[in-house]
């Protein structure tokens, strides 16, 4: 009977054949509604090489075809046809086609990506056309061309004026486009104002971006009254329309509580499906969340392999931690080189830390010439433009030659002008002053930085003054004062100080000789890698000295001090007894 009535309707008016098939799509039998259309369309009738046009678009029984529907859309333009003048602009801009060719050029089309990209001058062409004519859809494709098209073809004012027409006319695209015009800028609170409305139009019109930017103008009282609770629920609309910093700001939003209640589960959930989707800052949210753990311990790897996604992106604080991960070991292999990759990554990004960072490893060796180079030449720049910071890493890398030649005096310039807002830049300066480097040797002065360095709280500062107050270096002897400053330092896990300490308790100085307690101290100094440390503590167990005699264990450290180069361990080692007598109390005290 279908056979029948499709035969039939050969011979019916081209209206009928559009009423039959539309009647044919609503029935669901897309198929015969677009083999009646095509027979149509080849034959000439405007409206039915419009409908195939976008059957092709819509896959509405056909497979899907940019090219074919480019071509039966652009025969309809030619005819005139105003939609599918408006549509055949869309798709210029929306897919690489070549509009018109013959039936091969097509076929060849559907196997071949043309790789010309947007053809704007197109759709400025057949969009100006359909926009004079009234189509509200072409008005906001002409906007998009003027305002967001290549250079030669912009005209912003122009743009904002279609976009208006668009938008009069009932585009939900034309709304979205003006809004986003009048707010470009530095608008007035009376456009920030139209902007909220005309957005809200967009997004009632089903525009995700839309319900997104509703959300931002909401949360930061852009237009519209300060609404914390809207603007997660606009960022809540957004994300579940695919929108994916809707995703990251409703999966943050429920992370943290905000406008809404906790859910760190499902919070967690949106923000992987952002970062998933390229969100570099969703993906750093996630990596930090693992790095810090919560309830469970932080689980390195999994925000390592988080941090990676986002810094490939370029994300600077990713790149940072990822970098730490690799200089510390957690999560990843300890690799100073990857670690060193990483700070240049985020330095390139613009972290300042990450160029601090990146130049200590430098100074340690990590890194290729060029990025120490570049590291000097970053620190140089900043620091000609008045950065104290940048002054103080670029007086280092002068001093220690670090992407150049060393210049000490250059370097003590840069230092002592660091120095009035760094407390890393007042010790390095006192340092080179009390050496005498790149300065007259002033060690009273070096003492001034150094002590103000110290009481800022810097351990190597604390320490250096310690030493000071020793040897009496710059001022007075004060050896109380100075046990105090180690005691603190090596306290926090300063290795030299725990040496020094126990060396002070040792004998010799100011401070009542303490000896089981300078053994405890070189002990924890040597088993911090502390060469001469070592050596103290196998002369220590060797003699007794501390109330103990232990000759396996005195060999075991004299030998681990003489595989760190510390002087004097082999004749120690030498002078214990062939055969190792058990441990036995000394007299010693």
Known sequence: MSR????????????????RAERLVEKGDRAAAFTLLARDAKSGNVEAQYRVGRAYLEASGVPPSATEASYWLLKASEAGHVDAQARLAALCIHASVRPGG?????????????????????????????????????????AAVLSSGPEELRDLAAAETWYRRAAEGGSAQGSLGLGLALLRGEPTEAQRQE????????????????????????DFAIGVPRDIAKAVDFYRQSAEKGVRSGQARWGLALLEGRGVDKDTTTGESWLRRAALAGDAEAAALVGDIYAKGGELPPNYAEAAMWFARAAEQGHGAAARALGMLHLTGAGLARDSDEAARWFRTAAEAGDKASQTD???????GAGGEEDKVRTREWFQKAADSGDLVAAFNFGVCLAEGVGGERDERSAAIWLRRAAEGVVNAQYWYGRMLTEGRGVEQDPAEGRVWITRAAEAGLLDAQVALAEMLVNG?????????????????????????????????GGGHDIEVNRPLAQRWFRMAAERGHGVAQMMLGRYLARGLA?????????????????NGAPGAQADIAALPVSEPAKVASAAG
């Open 473 to 505: 270096r710059g001022g007075e002897r004060n050896h109380q004062a100075a046990h105090d400053l180690f005691e603190r330092a090596a306290k926090q896990g300063h290795v030299g100080a725990m040496f020094a300490l126990a060396a002070l308790y």
């Open 358 to 364: 990146l130049a200590n490893l430098l100074l340690k």
């Open 4 to 19: 029948f009535v499709d035969r039939l309707s050969g011979f019916l008016s081209p209206d009928a054949r559009l009423k």
């Open 195 to 218: 902007a909220a409305v005309v957005m809200t139009h967009a997004a009632n019109g089903g525009l995700p971006a839309a319900l997104y930017l509703l959300g931002v103008m909401n």
């Open 547 to 563: 109330g103990e005699q232990d000759i396996s264990q005195a060999r075991t450290w004299l030998e681990r001090a003489i595989a």
């Open 102 to 142: 013959d039936a091969g050029e097509r076929a060849t089309a559907l196997f071949e990506a043309s790789g010309a990209g947007p053809d704007y001058a197109m759709a400025l062409h057949w969009g100006k056309k359909a926009a004079d004519a009234g189509s509200a859809d072409a008005q906001a494709v002409v």
